[in-house]
C-alpha cells in the first residue's frame, strides 16, 4: 500500500526520483522521538525543500536527512541528560 501511495504521490506531483522511503521514515521518526512528534512531517518537508535547493536528486535528499538525523539524535542525546537544546530556540 505504501509503495502504491508512493508511486501515485510521484506520478501526480511530476516527480521522478527512487524514494529512500526507509531512510525518510527512520529520520522521520528519530525527529518525533527526539523533537516532537508534530515536528516529524515538517522536517520531510524541510528536508525536500533543502535537496531542491542543493540541486535536487538522491543524494541532495539523503545529504539533507543525514543532517536532520544528526540534529534529531543530538537533540535527543541532550534531552536524555537535562541539557538545554544548542543551536536556535526551543519550540
Known sequence: MLDDWITEAKAVLGIDLEVDVTGLLDMTKDVA???ARPAAPLTAFL???AAAQAGGGAGAVAEANRKIVELAR???????????????TSG
Open 33 to 35: 522521538h527526539g523533537v
Open 74 to 88: 543530538r537533540r535527543a542525546d541532550e534531552r536524555a541528560s537535562g541539557e538545554q537544546p544548542s543551536g536556535g
Open 47 to 49: 528536508v525536500g525543500y
